[in-house]
């Protein structure tokens, strides 16, 4: 196979965490005054991080900072989750894993928040390892962190799969030297996706999984 390695996105390509998020956001903005933001309005900012986010929504520059650390500790301390896991992902992570892939994943939420999703979503799953951002310093799309993580695992590039649904997935591949499949199922269009550069797509995890396994 020429795929010995997955690297997944975690939302909006393996849990819906939109309810999550649209919590967790509201309550941090509301401690400045700020009215609620929809749904559609948080996700379009969601993908580049916690500050990326919080300064689509109109957060003032002052205030972006001290937020972007209570959105932090408000997905680490989040309480019954909505989130959930888009159908058909546990099958592809299980089957993908009985193949002998190595799979990890590299997430723009901050660490703690990552952790704790993994743990109450995806303890079946057998990640070598997850890697999420600090504040300040999203994990994607500079190439740092997943660089890091395969030299850790003696991993080559050219053998690694990246799996997500956003731009910073698409741009971090290309700049690590791996190869990218865009879903379909999480928070963009084909089209938001082909204009980040996106070139291969997956519509259900199914697609994924034959996508690999088929890959020469």
Same mark, same amino acid.
């Given at each position: ?18 309810? @999550?998020?649209? !919590? ?19 996700? !379009? ?7 990326? *986010? ?6 003032? &520059?002052?205030?972006?900072?001290? *937020?972007?650390?209570?959105? &932090? ?6 309480? @019954? #989750? ?10 592809? +992570? ?8 190595? $799979? ?18 995806? #303890?079946?799953? =057998?990640? +070598? ?8 310093? /999203?994990?994607?799309?500079?190439? =740092?962190?997943?660089?890091? $993580? *395969? ?5 080559? /590039?050219?053998?690694?799969?990246? %799996?997500? =649904?956003?731009? /910073?997935? %698409? ?9 990218? +499949? ?16 996106? &070139? ?17």
């Amino acid at each position: 196979m020429k795929y010995n390695t997955v690297v997944f996105d975690l939302d909006g390509t393996l849990i819906n965490t939109i309810p @999550d998020i649209v !919590t967790v956001v509201n309550t941090v903005i509301g401690q400045i005054g700020m009215t609620e933001k929809t749904e559609g309005q948080i996700r !379009t900012g969601v993908g580049f991080g916690i500050e990326h *986010l919080l300064r689509t929504l109109g957060v003032p &520059e002052q205030w972006n900072s001290p *937020l972007a650390f209570e959105v &932090e500790g408000g997905y680490a301390t989040l309480k @019954d #989750s909505k989130a959930s896991l888009y159908s058909g992902v546990r099958e592809m +992570l299980e089957e993908i894993s009985s193949s002998g892939i190595k $799979m990890f994943v590299l997430s723009n939420k901050p660490q703690r928040g990552l952790e704790k999703s993994i743990t109450e979503h995806l #303890s079946f799953a =057998d990640f +070598l390892a997850v890697r999420g951002s600090r504040v300040g310093t /999203p994990a994607k799309p500079l190439p =740092d962190v997943i660089l890091e $993580m *395969l030299r850790e695992f003696n991993i080559s /590039p050219e053998s690694v799969l990246m %799996v997500g =649904d956003g731009e /910073p997935d %698409v741009l971090v591949s290309k700049a690590a030297g791996v190869d990218c +499949l865009s879903v379909l199922w999480g928070f963009r269009t084909r089209e938001e996706l082909e204009e980040a550069g996106a &070139e291969l797509f997956a519509e259900t995890p199914e697609d994924v999984v034959g996508f690999i396994l088929q890959a020469e």
